[in-house]
């Protein structure tokens, strides 16, 4: 705020979703609840990892058009199987 000059936008970020190493692995089945979830509330029933990994890629691969929580997530489900989905899963 003191140098609007130099600084347009302000993002704060919780510290505990950035030490998720074994975490963000095809193996979480945060990820596949991800893919099922269509309200918050559906989301925080499936626990904190679901709500993160929303969160976490609303911040890196938004979308506006991919509603209801307007991300490209890094899993697709195929063949009943979670699978990378790019460019989400790079970014």
């Known amino acids: 705020m003191k140098r609007p000059d130099v600084f347009s936008v302000i993002y704060g970020m919780n510290p505990a ?3 998720w190493s074994r975490d963000l692995t095809i193996e979480n089945p945060a990820f596949a609840n991800v893919l099922k979830v269509k309200t918050a509330e559906e989301a925080l ?3 904190i990892y ?3 990994i929303i969160v976490v890629g609303q911040a890196f691969t938004p979308n506006p058009s991919r509603p209801p929580f307007f ?3 890094p899993f697709a489900m195929v063949d009943g199987k979670l699978q990378p989905s790019e460019p989400a899963f790079s970014k």
């Open 17 to 19: 979703v950035l030490g």
């Open 45 to 47: 029933n499936h626990g």
């Open 50 to 52: 679901t709500l993160g």
């Open 71 to 73: 991300f490209d997530p």
